[in-house]
């Protein structure tokens, strides 16, 4: 296997952190079926089955039930009054371990999570690049000579 040039740019490598641009419009519709999409997807990936994802729903809300009728609604593109609330979003994130949904939410607005300590990352990125541009300004005042004036000598 050869190695790249650095300059040369991997057309098939995608990055872990990609950069986002928020959302010039909110398309409801076009969000309420990707949401739905999602959790759809949620579920098929989800080691519990529907019954028991709404089980687990309704014990992180307090609740006596939640039936899986509800969790059909959630997901069926064809129910547009059945929106679920930022409560039931959370405790169905947490009932099927789908925290990626996290993410999707948030990406139209030009967001992304982060997870647990990834954003150590973050932080280290910001203080390398302010590490830089105080090097790059001791660079310009070291640049140019300074005079320095003898005092008390004749």
């Known amino acids: 296997m050869s190695k790249r040039h650095p300059s040369q740019f991997d057309l098939f490598l995608e990055p872990v952190f990609p950069t986002r641009a928020a959302a010039v419009q909110i398309d409801m519709s076009r969000f309420r079926a990707k949401l739905k999409r999602a959790m759809a997807q949620a579920i098929r990936e989800c080691q519990h089955d529907r019954p028991m994802i709404a ?10 039930n939640l039936s899986k009728t509800t969790l059909d609604a ?10 679920i609330s930022l409560l ?3 405790a169905f994130v ?3 371990g789908a925290t990626w949904l996290w993410d999707m939410i948030v990406s139209e607005d030009g967001l992304i999570m982060l997870e647990g300590d990834e954003a150590r990352l973050a932080e280290i990125a910001r203080l390398q690049q302010e590490q830089r541009e105080l090097a790059s300004e001791l660079r310009a005042l070291r640049a ?4 320095i004036k003898r005092r008390g000598t004749k």
Do not use: I, W
Not at 55 to 64: E, T
Not at 144 to 147: C, I
């Open 74 to 83: 959630y997901t069926a593109e064809s129910k547009e009054g059945h929106d």
């Open 88 to 90: 039931r979003f959370k």
């Open 55 to 64: 089980a687990r729903m309704a014990q992180y809300l307090g609740l006596p």
């Open 94 to 96: 947490k009932a099927t």
């Open 144 to 147: 140019v000579p300074v005079n």
